[in-house]
């Protein structure tokens, strides 16, 4: 095995569960939900673009994991566990010399508890495989590397963040001491919250966390569409709070690593495999192609990462394990579909920045099989028609459902498909989804055009997809070319 020495960092990755990316401040959140990730953003490195790969648990840890889309692995959908020989971020880590470890929900097995060749090769273990089901917000059971239930103490991303810091101690040289880490650390910590409990159809936050937002107010997506059958108004305040909590856990283990002596030789990655919009998109949390399903924050810190940079185009979960090895000095393996982000913090002018995708790719199951790739003014979208999407993960047959001008409605409230005035910027959209398609592994399908509607008012948009006009109607006022 590789002699890692002293010079490789530790990795650590923060996993939380449905999270949006605007319940940050960074991203403009106001009722301070998140100071210890603002401060991360703020002095490490800030994706402000960030998307998930496939808005459903399962596919999306699938692709966290090993860096492939879920049509790739087989895990398009939940319940399908990772196939056997599928390499992961513990494979590589392990590989070059990392004691590896994973805490929290995995979500990657067909059995509980996770058996230990199901667990993608990480070698210590404190997990669950769907931890939502195991426990909730104060009974937290887990299961160790020998298969044994353990109750862990305390709120439950508290107890998951104790976890983290107990397996960081365990790791660390006293400062002081005259000894010499032998071997670094990778740890991946798989939160549940904020995800919803789904026997209660709840969010529960810590004893008088939910109270405090409460009145809070929602993001105008969720303001403007909640109506009868959504919950955000029931739900926002416990969500909110369990952020809070979360946070206060991220602080916690940044205290902890600076206390070790860890912090300058350890990168530390957050983000989420998906977001929630509260039952206002179809009849559950998640799985459409909308920002508040497939938005997330995402922001790293440490060796590399560390002096304030801002990555502006849009980027993908997908992206984060070739990060990772690449600012370990581990190689990139060439199966992987994401792409290490390094070039758009060292050379964001150079040639490896300027031949980065201006759209991320997103494939959708279990609500639909659905595809949709979004830049960084335009979502577009498609849906295969009479398809079962718990049994098909692609087909070769697609109808285009949505497209919105997010530089004009960020919410997506208006959708353009199917409008005369903006078949030429579908088109190149169509274009850029089936290059990407392929890319991936998939074949190449036919995607379909709906009928054309030409309402009042309409939005005129050339084909350059970078300028926009507007005609009188019902918008109100003119916008100028861009």
């Not at 179809?282 to 304030?308: I, Q, W």
């Not at 490896?352 to 659905?370: H, L």
């Not at 285009?400 to 005035?421: A, F």
Request: charge should be negative; proline fraction near 8%; glycine fraction near 10%.
């Amino acid at each position: 095995m590789p002699d890692a020495g002293t010079t490789r960092p530790n990795v650590i990755v923060v996993f939380t569960d449905q999270q949006r990316w605007d319940s940050t401040g960074v991203h403009g959140n106001t009722h301070d939900l998140t100071p210890n990730f603002d401060r991360m953003a703020r002095s490490g490195t800030h994706a402000m673009q960030a998307f998930t790969p496939q808005p459903v648990c399962g596919p999306a840890r699938a692709a966290i994991q090993t860096g492939q889309y879920p049509t790739a692995t087989g895990c398009f959908r939940n319940g399908i566990p990772l196939p056997q020989g599928c390499r992961t971020l513990a494979d590589y880590f392990g590989d070059a010399g990392y004691d590896t470890g994973y805490l929290g929900k995995w979500h990657l097995a067909d059995t509980e508890p996770v058996p230990s060749d199901q667990r993608g090769g990480y070698r210590s273990w404190l997990g669950a495989n769907v931890m939502e089901f195991t426990s909730d917000a104060y009974r937290v059971l887990a299961f160790d590397e020998d298969d044994v239930p353990v109750m862990l103490p305390g709120y439950r991303s508290d107890a998951l963040f104790d976890a983290a810091i107990r397996f960081v101690a365990d790791h660390a040289v006293p400062p002081g001491s005259g000894q010499h880490r032998s071997r670094p650390f990778y740890l991946f910590c798989s939160l549940v919250e904020p995800h919803h409990q789904n026997e209660t159809d709840s969010y529960p936050a810590p004893v008088g966390y939910e109270e405090r937002y409460r009145d809070a107010s929602p993001p105008p997506d969720l303001a403007t569409l909640a109506g009868d059958g959504s919950t955000v108004h029931r739900h926002i305040g416990g969500y909110y709070g369990q952020i809070r909590r979360v946070d206060e856990g991220l602080g916690r283990l940044f205290d902890a690593l600076r206390s070790m002596d860890l912090l300058d030789n350890t990168i530390v990655a957050f983000t989420s495999d998906h977001g929630c919009h509260f039952k206002t998109r179809n009849s559950e949390y998640k799985r459409s192609c909308h920002d508040g399903s497939t938005r997330v924050p995402m922001a790293l810190s440490g060796p590399g990462f560390d002096g304030g940079n801002q990555i502006d185009r849009p980027v993908s979960t997908i992206d984060l394990p070739p990060t990772l090895l690449a600012a370990a000095g581990l190689d990139v393996p060439a199966e992987m579909h994401g792409r290490s982000m390094l070039p758009l913090i060292t050379d964001p002018g150079g040639s490896a920045a300027a031949d980065w995708p201006e759209e991320v790719f997103i494939q959708i199951s279990e609500s639909q099989v659905g595809r949709a790739i979004r830049t960084s003014r335009w979502k577009y979208c498609v849906t295969a028609p009479d398809v079962d999407p718990w049994a098909a993960a692609s087909s070769d047959h697609y109808l285009e459902t949505e497209l919105y001008d997010l530089q004009h409605d960020p919410y997506e409230l208006d959708n353009l498909v199917g409008l005369p005035s903006h078949r030429e910027i579908a088109d190149e959209l169509r274009g850029r989804m089936l290059r990407r398609m392929v890319v991936v592994g998939e074949k190449e399908p036919v995607i379909a055009q709906p009928a054309a509607t030409v309402p009042a008012g309409q939005r005129r948009v050339d084909a350059s997809v970078h300028s926009a006009t507007w005609t009188p109607g019902r918008f109100g006022h003119q916008l100028h070319n861009d």
